[in-house]
Nanobody, 126 residues
Framework: QVQLVEYGGGLVQAGGSLRLSCAAS????????VAWFRQAPGKERDFVAH????????YYRNAVKGRFTITRDNAKNTLYLEMNSLRPEDTAVYYC???????????????????WGQGTQVTVSS
């Protein structure tokens, strides 16, 4: 059974930093494209960042470019999201997601991912 577990969320002041982690069990992330999504209160879940299974390519939503960095450690079967210069509008539940196959047609599309974590809350105070 595949499980993705996120941790590292919390409360931080605007301008601060957090590092989210997503640990996988029952599935090897080393051959999976993986991503982070987020869902703010009352809003739909949105794409945040994606990294290909090779780790060579990354994609970000415009609002987080230059502030967030997605990385992966295949030896630890773990995905990370380093978040700097946090803003109140980054407040959301953050989810990690992984694809079953190596190729994803549309990295920003939820339906292209097969496995999801339960989410971790990130709250940025002004």
């Amino acid at each position: 059974q595949v499980q993705l577990v996120e941790y590292g969320g919390g409360l931080v002041q605007a301008g601060g930093s957090l590092r989210l982690s997503c640990a996988a069990s029952g599935h090897t992330l080393s051959t999976s494209p993986v991503a982070w999504f987020r869902q703010a209160p009352g809003k739909e879940r949105d794409f945040v960042a994606h990294i290909t299974w090779t780790g060579k390519n990354t994609y970000y939503r415009n609002a987080v470019k230059g502030r967030f960095t997605i990385t992966r450690d295949n030896a630890k079967n773990t995905l990370y999201l380093e978040m700097n210069s946090l803003r109140p509008e980054d407040t959301a539940v953050y989810y990690c997601a992984a694809g079953r196959s190596r190729t994803i047609i549309s990295p920003a599309t939820e339906r292209d991912y097969d496995y999801w974590g339960q989410g971790t809350q990130v709250t940025v105070s002004s």
